[in-house]
């Protein structure tokens, strides 16, 4: 198995927070910042421990999965989010290094999930993203 790199996932989560260190910027010291193309290039080479501020799919709420049920199926809501549910409460759909098991996930689906920051491709078990919830580098 490769090791998954930071610079392989940012480009996919454009607009949303890298917790990070820059020596020139705040003393050092972590902050959080929002990726953007104006400033991606130097979230991948020039600021030190950088990682994704993401959400793990158990964080997701009751309306985020009907929102989500309704970018799949309009008419198959209700199934869409009882499968949601299974899958990020039960931790099933998910591959043994942590990625989401996308199968089943349409582009319009993995692009939301992606634009609301959860974690699809196993990254904060990996170390290169942190919880949300938990904000520990």
Known sequence: M??????????????QKVWTRHDALNNGDFQALTVSINNLFEMLYK???SKLILRELSDMTEEEQRE???IALPECED??????HTQAVE????????RIIMDNYTPEMVAWLLS???DLFGLIPAGLAVDNKTLNP
């Open 47 to 49: 600021y030190k421990d």
């Open 79 to 84: 199934a869409i989010t009882n499968i949601l």
């Open 116 to 118: 609301k920051g959860f």
């Open 68 to 70: 989500l049920g309704r």
């Open 91 to 98: 931790s099933k759909g998910r591959s043994k290094d942590g």
């Open 2 to 15: 490769t090791m998954k790199e930071l610079k392989d996932y940012l480009p996919l989560y454009i607009g």
